[in-house]
């Protein structure tokens, strides 16, 4: 009976200590789940002001894309009639050249002294003749290459002016639409990151992994009407329960995004 006596008063001691233990958990989870609402919520404005923008980003940049392969395209054409024409004024030189030697060569065949001389002077001349007629033939083709190549150009030059048209008036756009929403940007994202600092790191990584999966970027979502607020599915009541114990912190069981309850809610929106 003594042992009994001696145990009991630490038996009632370790009873509300186990007591406030329970109650800080309950806290912190509760606590946990205010930041993580709280940032949701911040995020989310930066959401609407992104969308906002709509596509506008993506259009800009297919456009600097597209300008920016006209320009490269362009130069890699220019530099070829660069070289084309070269080309037709190599093989016109050297037309003024073989013309030249075969007058040259045609004139000492009035004072061979032998057939033998006369043949490889004849032999030289028709040498020459061929190829006169082959630069020709390349002077043709070159310049119907050139002629092909100005016209891509020409037409590479009045889509590159279009796309560039289209590039300033999308771009100026954008600009506009960022100016009247920066000032708030910044100060949201400065609000974020406040707000990421207060939640643990497995927590935070959660977080942005559920917030990248989902499409309308929610990843902290309340119920209502005993349904989820991100998918709509109903909650089972014992799971609401447990969402308000705050106990834990509870998932959708259909979509995976973290549920809290109209006491978190409230606590965010008094923060305002």
């Known amino acids: 009976m003594a042992k009994t006596e001696t145990k009991s008063p630490v038996k009632e001691e370790k009873a509300p200590k186990a007591a406030n233990a329970a109650t800080k958990a309950e806290i912190t989870i509760a606590e946990k789940l205010v ?13 609407r002001i992104k969308t906002q923008r709509g596509e506008l980003p993506l259009e800009v ?22 070289e084309l024409e070269q080309a037709v004024s190599d093989k ?26 006369y043949d490889s002077l004849s032999k030289e001349v028709e040498f020459q003749n061929l190829e006169i007629q082959l630069a ?11 002629d092909s190549k ?11 002016k279009e796309r560039k048209k289209d590039l300033d008036l999308k771009k100026k756009e954008l600009d506009d ?28 990584s959660a977080y942005h ?24 599915n109903a909650i089972p009541p014992q799971r609401q329960l447990d969402i308000r114990s705050h106990k834990k912190i509870i998932v ?6 973290i549920l809290v309850d109209e006491y978190v809610v409230e606590r965010v929106q008094g923060d305002k």
């Not at 930041?35 to 959401?47: A, G, P």
């Not at 100005?150 to 590159?160: D, L």
């Not at 917030?211 to 989820?228: D, K, P, T, Y």
């Open 35 to 47: 930041e993580l609402y709280r940032l949701q919520t911040i995020d989310s404005k930066v959401d």
């Open 61 to 82: 940049r297919d456009l600097e894309d597209e300008v920016a392969g006209l320009e490269t395209r362009t130069k890699k054409i220019q530099d070829e009639l660069a």
């Open 92 to 117: 016109t030189n050297f037309i003024k050249d073989a013309k030249a030697s075969i007058k040259k060569y045609e004139g000492q065949q009035a004072k061979v002294r032998n057939n033998r001389e």
């Open 136 to 146: 020709e033939k390349r002077i043709k083709e070159g310049k119907f290459s050139l």
């Open 150 to 160: 100005k016209a891509v150009v020409e037409e590479s030059a009045k889509t590159y």
């Open 177 to 204: 639409i960022i100016a009247d929403t920066e000032k708030e940007e910044k100060e949201l994202q400065k609000k974020s990151d406040v707000a990421s600092k207060h939640i643990e790191e497995r927590l935070l």
């Open 209 to 232: 992994r559920i917030r990248s999966n989902a499409r309308n970027g929610l990843a902290v979502v309340a119920f209502e009407r005993g349904s989820c607020g991100g998918c709509f």
């Open 252 to 257: 959708c069981e259909h979509c995976g995004r």
